[in-house]
């Protein structure tokens, strides 16, 4: 990964299966470790939910249902539930109003592992 100056995980319509794929590169095991030694991460919306202990998607919202190992660098539990609908906002203009929402998105204080 080198010594960037700072790490951005973005948003994602697939979070889960974007998680699966870092542990299993071992990009996660990278990106713990440049927190460890002082790096900064920014996560955006699913990004943001890969930062805590656990994601958990009980109904399978995702793809398959199940509770997955997030990164652990935030003290938080991820709860999908609902359903991940096109979202599109009025005022801007069409060309780039389209994106994806999380109906439901329940963040909880993790307890210690």
Known sequence: MGHPDAVII????????????????GMAE???NY?????TVLGICGG???????????????????????????????VIAGQ????????VPTSLKMGYQSVVTKFTRAEPV
Do not use: C, N
């Open 30 to 32: 990278e990106i713990q």
């Open 10 to 25: 973005p948003g994602s319509k697939t979070t889960i299966a974007d998680l699966i794929i870092l542990h299993k590169t």
């Open 48 to 78: 943001f939910q890969m930062l805590g202990k656990i994601l958990a998607d009980p109904e399978g919202i995702e793809g398959q249902e199940g509770r997955y190992k997030g990164l652990g660098l935030l003290p938080l539990k991820t």
């Open 35 to 39: 927190v460890a030694a002082g790096g």
């Open 84 to 91: 991940k609908l096109p979202a599109s906002g009025s005022s």
